[in-house]
């Protein structure tokens, strides 16, 4: 979902609850003057503070919907966490009323004090309450989800915590009215004549309930506490996706519906600049899909060889030597520490020139891990592409050679096949349909398989590579 709808379906919420509280408000004001009911009369003016807070909702999330500025560097997100503070204190001094009037109506002598005005009115504005109740928190607690408000998941929880407190009037109301029918003097009939003003505690209670839940989330994103599950999120990906740059510090913060996210990880001190930018980079785009929306400053400090694994040591000094590495094992045996490696030298070089740098990438490797032997084994680099004499065909004309070499094969139908060129250097990669149930070993081997038999089939114009489509 983009910004611009994200905002826009964020402000619809919060106006639908701004004219439903205005509504209810008026509603229970009338209904609770009527009937004189402690009950619906705290309803009343819970709701009126349900107005004052669905109305600072609303422009909250106005507000945060302002870019950012020079004075606002990270964007406007926290007002909303300030209005649901706000909410909070509101609330709290709703509680306070309603238990106020309540112990004094409870400690009256005055008859009159506990007398509710039975009215069909009474339960009709309580059942209307209950009814709007369960679809506006249900709307707002789905739009919250959706754009990740404080303020909206604020109005949600404390529009569903409203259906308990109106069930618990509805029966005080209910009990009022069947008071009439009882003994008097019995405890049944003490009961139904104070359960008006038990439900309002009751409501009282909950309300004291969702202030903990939303001053609690407030005061924690206003102060910048930690999100363990973000943090925590975040260094797995690390490890599982891009484990040859160890997170040294890692800082989460939420500015409303944003997440901002620093950490320090460790590079090879040999690192250039333009691959230390792209690594960066990579990590920004993996936190954001990792973490919707956030934004990643990436600090990169020269990692100590004392905080690297021996893998990442045997690449950091392959990397010195200018050599490219695969096939790594690290084995400790009976016979004592040993190193396999498979080394990747140019295809068409001469063995015999390349002898004295191999012996000192081989001697380095002993000195510096403390290995007691070290065997590679010498592959010619395929990152480097080969030179092609032979003229090639017009695009359209070697995509058809393709297509119907892999039709002979009895192999997937390519998804597209691309041509890249530059002077005599070419490379084909034929895409062909995801086979997500294969493992990993399984998929490298038919690919491979694929790419062997496909640049067998078709005439030597260019290097052949079978890969999965992305989508």
């Given amino acids: 979902m983009d910004e611009t709808r994200q905002n826009a379906q964020k402000a619809g919420a919060a106006l639908s609850s701004v004219l439903w509280s205005g509504l209810l408000t008026v509603m229970k004001i009338v209904v609770g003057i009527m009937t004189g009911s402690l009950g619906i009369l705290s309803e009343a003016l819970h709701s009126a503070l349900d107005l004052l807070s669905a109305g600072g909702t609303y422009f909250a999330v106005r507000v945060a919907a302002l870019p950012a500025d020079d004075d606002h560097p990270y964007g406007h997100g926290k007002v909303e966490n300030l209005t649901a503070l706000a909410e909070t204190l509101l609330l709290l001094g709703t509680a306070a009323w309603v238990v106020k009037e309540a112990v004094e109506r409870l400690v009256s002598d005055d008859p009159a004090a506990l007398h509710v005005e039975s009215s069909v009115w009474a339960f009709a504005v309580i059942i209307t309450s209950m009814l709007v109740d369960i679809n506006r928190a249900a709307m707002l607690r789905r739009v919250a989800r959706e754009t990740k408000s404080p303020a909206l998941e604020a109005d949600a929880a404390h529009f569903a915590t409203d259906i308990w407190s109106s069930a618990a009037v509805l029966l005080g109301i209910t009990c009022a009215a069947l008071a009439g029918y009882t003994l008097p003097g019995s405890r049944v009939h003490w009961l139904f004549l104070r359960m008006d003003v038990f439900a309002s505690l009751v409501v009282a209670a909950f309300i004291l309930h969702v202030c903990w839940g939303l001053g609690r989330q407030a005061v924690n994103n206003l ?231 496909l640049a067998a089939t078709l005439p030597r114009r260019a290097r052949i590579i079978v890969a999965y489509a992305e989508k």
């Fill in 223 to 453: 102060m910048d506490k930690t999100d363990a599950e973000a943090v925590a999120l975040a260094r797995r990906t690390m490890q599982q996706r891009m484990p040859a740059y160890p997170v040294r510090d890692l800082r989460v913060r939420e500015v409303g519906d944003k997440s901002y996210i620093s950490m320090v990880v460790d590079v090879p001190r040999e690192l250039h600049v333009d691959t230390a930018h792209e690594i960066a980079d990579a990590i920004e785009v993996l936190m954001a899909d990792t973490i919707p929306g956030a934004e990643t400053l990436v600090h990169m400090q020269p990692a100590e060889e004392d905080d690297l694994t021996p893998e990442m040591l045997v690449r950091r000094i392959a990397l010195t030597h200018r050599f490219g590495v695969h096939g790594l094992v690290l084995l400790h045996a009976d016979q004592g520490f040993i190193i396999f490696t498979d080394l990747e030298l140019p295809p068409q070089a001469a063995l015999g020139a390349w002898r004295v740098a191999i012996r000192a990438f081989m001697n380095d490797l002993r000195r510096r891990l403390h290995a007691d032997r070290v065997v590679v084994h010498v592959e010619p680099n395929l990152r480097e592409l080969p030179s092609f004499d032979e003229p090639l065909e017009d695009a359209g004309e070697w995509e058809g050679t393709v297509r119907r070499a892999m039709q002979e094969l009895g192999a997937p139908q390519p998804t597209a096949v691309e041509l890249y060129t530059r002077g005599a250097e070419r490379l084909c990669a034929v895409f062909i349909p995801r086979e997500d149930h294969l493992t990993v070993e399984q998929s490298h081997a038919r690919l491979s398989s694929l790419t062997r038999q």
